[in-house]
């Protein structure tokens, strides 16, 4: 009869130790080598470049809140030089929030919209539930520490040689503030999420973004940079070709057409969401969820008047 209570209370304490062990899982970054210099980090938000230079280190996005220090951890294991930089493509909380674990003088660029959403960091369209509360502002949490400390309105060259780095803004599409992060020495370009994958895009109206301009910012960015980069660093996928680019500013193009008419003829956006399906040529797309269909529908049909 004794034992029982310990026995219980052994059990309870087992199962906290689980419960806290299951918050705090292991963040694993994965290490992709492009070049000898420059790697992709996976895991934990968005894709994060890893760009070595002469005296110092670039890093492209920073990932969720608390994949600051796994970064810079796994950066240690690549080189011993420090992170110098810090470019953000675009201003969600799976990109720039690993901003704060990185020592205050690191230099932080990003597009000027974008240092303006920073500093209200308002969710994304579609990613807050009706009656939820949105999560908190990592940067008011911290202080500021971590947010931009330069900004550039549509071009702006870091360093030089080998070491350079060009930063370009092509116009609105996944928010108001997409970044277009080049390596000219390299020949490799990180789209963040404006090209986050093949995919239908997720459109954040809240912060800028647009269906009606995102087909003419992808065409731009394939104008601009398919003579001068041959590999793209996408938000959350695998690497892509210029090609690859040139047909995702197509796919987008056709399906501002597509809901555009479907507006013209009447069609309610639901209708439209309905009777819409991904068009085959288009291989290796994901299949849209109904939801991110239908909001990219609304914003188009909110965006033409
Ligand atoms: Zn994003």
Redesign the pocket.
């Known amino acids: 009869m004794k034992r029982i209570p310990v026995l219980t209370a052994l059990v309870a304490v087992a199962a906290l130790s689980y419960a806290v062990s299951a918050q705090q899982a292991p963040k694993v970054v994965e290490v992709e080598k492009l070049k000898d210099n420059l790697f992709v980090l996976k895991g934990g938000g ?1 894709n994060t470049a890893v760009f070595i230079q002469a005296n110092g280190i670039t890093v492209v996005d920073t990932k969720n809140p608390g994949w600051g220090q796994p970064i810079l951890d796994k950066i240690k294991e690549l080189s011993a030089k420090p992170v110098t930089t810090i470019i953000n ?4 909380g ?2 720039v929030s690993g901003n704060v674990e990185f020592p205050a003088t690191v230099d932080v660029v990003v597009q000027e919209n974008t240092a303006a959403n920073m500093k209200k960091m308002v969710p ?1 369209t579609g990613t807050v539930q009706p009656g939820a509360s949105p999560p908190p502002n990592i940067f008011e949490q911290n202080n500021g520490r971590g947010m931009p400390k330069r900004t550039f309105k549509d071009k702006m060259t870091l360093g030089s040689g080998a070491d350079r780095i060009d930063l370009y803004y092509f116009g609105r599409g ?2 108001n503030g997409d970044a277009w992060v080049l390596f000219p020495a390299l020949r490799v370009v990180h789209a ?2 404006i090209f ?1 994958g093949k995919n239908l895009p ?1 459109l ?1 109206a809240n912060n800028g973004g647009s269906g009606v301009e995102i087909p003419n910012s992808l065409a731009k960015a394939h104008t601009a940079l398919g003579k001068i980069a041959d590999a793209i660093i996408t ?2 996928s695998t690497e892509m070709t210029m090609n690859d680019l040139q047909e995702y500013a197509q796919f987008n193009r056709e399906f501002l057409t597509t809901v555009q008419a479907a507006k013209k003829a009447g069609k309610s956006a639901e209708d439209t969401a309905k009777s819409w399906t991904m068009p085959a040529k288009y291989t290796g797309y994901t299949a849209a969820a109904p939801a991110r269909l239908l909001a990219n529908i609304q914003i188009i049909y909110n965006e033409t008047k």
């Open positions: 968005g493509t675009h201003t969600h799976d990109h994304a996944h928010t963040g999420d986050s997720l954040d938000g959350h």
